[in-house]
């Protein structure tokens, strides 16, 4: 049994279309006079936020909340340059608390995993965003919402342009819209794909124009301004025309065609006013769905006895297996 | 001072004879020695290697005594075989002056487990602007013979140039640690695509590569000797064999971790695997091996790296880079070279005492087991197998790599000047 | 996306016979086909008789098989009345009182008809009365969703071995059962056919329900 959500890739097919479908029947809550179920009562579950997220953290307290736990937030501003001691002192604090899940956003690539397997705790852990590697519960709420709008995802297209260098959003998306049967292309200028991503089972393009008319979905990636400082691009001119999307490529998708954003957008660097008020963009309802597939995970995970997840295998092992060399590599057990 | 007579040592794994050891040096070596109060070391099925010389290790005293003292890592080293060590000279204070490495030797002369030969920085204060005073170390009581500011590259050409030139002087020889500052920003793992996967920056081959190239060249134009830190990639080994294919005084080491861990290992993202230059691939691992036994590396060097639990005790880019390894250096050189049938135990003692000793233009290490050399040497247990335990280590780190891990062999006495430190795997 | 994915759904007594379409029950027959399409003939024109009418009536179904069951209540009452009555189906999953005793179960749908249950007569329909423990959890999922005039209870088979003060008000069947038996009900549009059938288990599963 997966007790824990660290990454899109742990997630088999049955799984994923577990969370989609429970999540599916949570979302008519929002239209009951008592948004509340007591599945999760007597639960504690805590925000743990070493990043800024207003938006992610009250998603997730929001979907908490809807279940009857009781939430717990607690920001911690860490710089780069402290130490890990204050992951490891939090979560010996959480334990004694007797935390049942902790929801951990942060700057670290791998803290949740490290936070799972360093033995400090034994809450389960859900990855709400680590560094640059994953952030498994938006592509969830992504697949849920286009499966809303277009059914069943097997060979539907995929697009998803802008920063994949830096984007986690990228990264669980391309490895959980996979694991549904889409075909995914990742869009962007040479400099800002990973290297290496030629192995990560999708199509890369530089040519945002020859990708968009065949898509199904169009998910538009945060682009920072900052980046052009670090010559991954010359202007913020240069990049929103090869690669926004505004009213002129708009046009040129298919009818049912829609477009995403995991937010915060910058409106006119990856995608125009007209293009993010349009009738395509799903953007607002993204977020209502956040709060549906939040609650399902949050339920499968906690609601019974033990996880409800994690009863199959996933069909791609996307992580090396065992390492050459030396045994498996402590902290894991 | 007590003689020893050493009974069926295998010499270089040759077959067993006796060596007398007397007054610091090897007396006699033969089949079936006797000697008058000589205590007698039965070393039934062990081979005798001349004593291990370390090209690369961090003390960390001064500065940095939580971690490591000079004591204690030269106990470490002892307890793996080793006669010699040179010691990094990025400490608190650097050092890069004769005060400093005048220190860390004396120190290592009162602690007596192995020789300790500083390595003296190449700039000032590591920071890559201007020379350190090079001769004066090289004049003092240290006699520093090596340069390097390990840990950091010296990026900048021209001050290479001079370095290489400069060092001329006194027989010196400049260690580059090679890694382009620019192409490895915040770098955390090896470029490829597990850290495209992983969410860590990746440290791209050619960042090693580059400037080794470079450097090679530099050599070549100022006719200077150029010793290249923990090669870690094939293209740097390519690099090195094209450059010694030309006669350029090109020399090379290869680490015992990079002889056979790969990156896939960072897909824990436990950071005891967080090392600098990086774990890479196998087919990396795979160019060290051929390069290691065809001689295009010269040597092998620890870069034994302790830290404090709390640096390695967090999420991966909190970590400090960094890995112990002079308690399992010869294990791992026999499992990656010798059991793979790549190196026999005369190469072992080529590339891990006599090459390293003339690196390092040290006059009593490295010398082959012949009488009237002095009596420096290990002996070693290549049957036994050992499980790694954290704990068990003279080190006051705990980062070894290979917790857990079953290693062949075991050093069991090391000699240093014809008197013991390490006696049947313990402190004498 | 069909509730065949939830194994876990089957120790409710309303569920005895699994969630899946089942073969032709083992063990004796009870009810057949015709003996269910009376009864619930007969639970239907019950309930008219008792509301005076199908003003006010909505109807909900425990799933799986309480649905289907309330929509064919649900026809007949139109049948006979000449107007649409609201139907719908109720998961009480997240209510159950056993839920920390089990992995997380798959949720079922619910689906309130548009004019809500405020004030109105609300009819729960269930295959089998057990425990009474998926009626309460009913009654307490109901809660959060409005406040009925008044609830009623229709279920095809009640076996009896109540542990909570619950009854029905119509029953199809009053089938007296030992703890070491299963009742199995099977139903045209799920399994093969419509039929209740007793059968001895090896193990007892649900008996808590």
Redesign the interface.
């Known amino acids: 049994m997966k007790k824990h959500l660290l990454s899109a890739g742990d997630l088999s097919r049955d799984d994923a279309e577990l969370i989609l479908q429970t999540a599916e029947e949570l979302r008519s809550l929002a239209d009951r006079p008592i948004k509340k179920l007591p599945a999760l009562r007597g639960r504690t579950i805590v925000n743990l936020f070493f990043e800024d997220s207003t938006r992610t953290r009250i998603s997730f307290e929001a979907a908490a909340k809807r279940l009857s736990a009781d939430v717990i937030n607690f920001s911690a501003k860490g710089s780069s340059l402290s130490k890990g001691e204050s992951l490891k002192d939090t979560a010996l604090t959480l334990e004694a608390m007797g935390a049942d899940a902790v929801v951990v956003r942060h700057w670290a690539s791998g803290a949740p995993h490290l936070l799972a397997n360093a033995g400090w705790s034994r809450s389960s852990v859900i990855n709400a965003g680590d560094g640059t590697h994953e952030h498994p519960t938006q592509a969830l709420l992504d697949a849920f919402t286009m499966w809303r709008h277009l059914g069943d995802l097997d060979g539907r297209r995929i697009a998803i342009v802008g920063d994949v260098l830096h984007s986690r959003v990228a990264r669980s998306n391309a490895l959980l819209l996979r694991t549904l049967g889409a075909e995914v292309t990742l869009v962007a200028p040479p400099t800002l794909l990973p290297y290496g991503v030629d192995g990560w089972g999708v199509e890369t393009s530089y040519d945002l124009d020859g990708v968009l008319p065949k898509t199904d979905v169009v998910m538009m990636l945060r682009v920072q301004r900052e980046r052009m400082n670090a010559a991954f691009f010359p202007t913020v001119r240069e990049y929103s025309r090869r690669y926004g999307l505004d009213g002129r490529r708009m046009a040129n998708l298919q009818d049912h065609t829609i477009v995403m954003h995991p937010g915060p957008m910058i409106r006119g660097m990856e995608l125009t006013a007209d293009v993010a008020d349009s009738e395509r963009s799903v953007i607002v309802e993204q977020v209502t769905n956040g709060v549906a597939v939040r609650m399902a995970v949050l339920y499968l995970l906690l609601g019974g006895s033990e996880p409800a997840l994690g009863g199959a295998e996933p069909f791609e092992t996307p992580r090396p297996s065992a390492p050459q060399g030396p045994l498996a590599p402590g902290g894991e057990e | 001072m007590t003689d020893y007579l050493i009974r069926n040592a295998r010499i270089l794994g040759g077959e067993p004879t006796d060596l007398l050891v007397k007054g610091g040096v090897i007396d006699r070596i033969g089949d079936g020695l006797t000697a008058e109060g000589a205590e007698i070391i039965e070393a039934d099925g062990l081979i005798a290697l001349p004593g291990l010389v370390d090209l690369h290790t961090h003390l960390r005293e001064p500065g940095r005594e939580d971690a490591e003292t000079v004591d204690t890592g030269t106990l470490a080293a002892a307890l793996g075989g080793f006669t010699a060590v040179h010691a990094m000279a990025n400490t608190d204070p650097v050092a890069d002056t004769a005060g400093v490495v005048e220190q860390v030797w004396r120190l290592g002369r009162e602690a007596g487990h192995c020789d300790v030969f500083p390595v003296g920085a190449v700039t000032v204060g590591l920071a890559g602007e201007r020379l350190a005073e090079l001769g004066a170390m090289a004049d003092s009581a240290a006699r520093v013979r090596v340069f390097s500011d390990d840990g950091k590259c010296v990026s900048d050409a021209v001050l290479m140039r001079r370095a290489l030139e400069y060092v001329k002087a006194f027989e010196g020889v400049v260690a580059q640690h090679a890694q382009e500052p620019r192409l490895t920003e915040d770098a955390q793992m090896n470029e490829g695509e597990l850290s495209g996967r992983l969410g860590l920056r990746g440290w791209p081959a050619v960042a090693e590569e580059a400037i080794i190239a470079r450097d090679c060249l530099l050599a070549a134009h100022v006719d200077s000797r150029l010793h290249v830190c923990h090669v870690s990639t094939a293209g740097s080994v390519e690099i090195v064999r094209e450059a010694k294919n030309k006669g350029w005084p090109v020399t090379a080491e290869a680490c015992p971790h990079h002889l056979l861990l790969t990156d896939e290992l960072a897909a824990t993202y436990d950071p005891i695997y967080k090392v600098n230059p990086p774990l890479r691939s196998a087919t990396d691992v795979e160019a060290l091996r051929v390069g290691l036994a065809d001689g295009t590396i010269d040597v092998v060097a620890t870069d034994h790296a302790p830290h404090p639990h709390e640096d390695k005790d967090c999420e991966w880019q909190a970590a400090a880079f960094g890995m112990l390894g002079l308690e399992t250096a010869l294990s791992i050189v026999q499992k990656a070279m010798v059991d793979t049938g790549l190196l026999d135990w005369a190469g072992v003692a080529e590339r891990m005492s006599a090459k390293p000793a003339e690196i390092g233009r040290l006059a009593g290490h490295g010398r082959p087991l012949a009488a009237g050399e002095p009596a420096n040497l290990v002996l070693y247990d290549p049957e036994v197998t050992r499980v790694v335990d954290p704990t068990e280590t003279a080190s006051l780190s705990r980062n070894t790599p290979y917790a857990g891990m079953e290693l062949p062999g075991r050093v069991v006495s090391t000699f240093l000047r014809g008197k013991p430190t390490v006696l049947d795997g313990k402190p004498a | 996306?069909s509730p065949t994915?939830s194994e876990?759904h089957s120790e409710a007594p309303s569920a005895d016979a699994a969630a899946g379409p089942q073969p032709a029950a083992t063990g004796r027959t009870v009810l057949d086909a015709r003996d269910v399409s009376r009864a619930l003939t007969r639970i239907s024109h019950e309930i008219l008789e008792r509301n005076r009418g199908s003003s006010d009536l909505v109807l909900l179904g425990i799933p799986t098989r309480g649905v289907h069951l309330a929509e064919r209540v649900a026809a007949k009452i139109s049948e006979v009345e000449g107007n649409a009555i609201p139907v719908g189906s109720l998961?009480v999953t997240?209510?159950r009182d056993d839920?920390?005793?089990?992995?997380?179960?798959?949720?079922?749908?619910?689906d309130v008809p548009t004019e809500g249950i405020d004030g109105r007569v609300v009819v729960l329909v269930d295959d089998v009365l057990f425990s009474g423990r998926t009626i309460r959890a009913a009654l307490?999922a109901m809660n959060?969703?409005?406040r009925p005039q008044a609830v009623r209870l229709a279920v095809l088979v009640d076996r009896g071995h109540r542990e909570l003060p619950i009854r029905a008000d119509f029953v199809g069947k009053n089938l007296p059962t030992s703890l070491v038996e299963k009742v199995s009900v099977h139903l045209a549009e799920f399994d093969d056919e419509d039929s209740v059938a007793i059968s001895t288990s090896a193990t007892d599963e649900g008996v808590a329900n």
């Open positions: 996306m994915h876990a998961d997240m209510y839920l920390r005793m089990r992995p997380a179960r798959t949720l079922m749908r619910t307490d959060d969703l409005g």
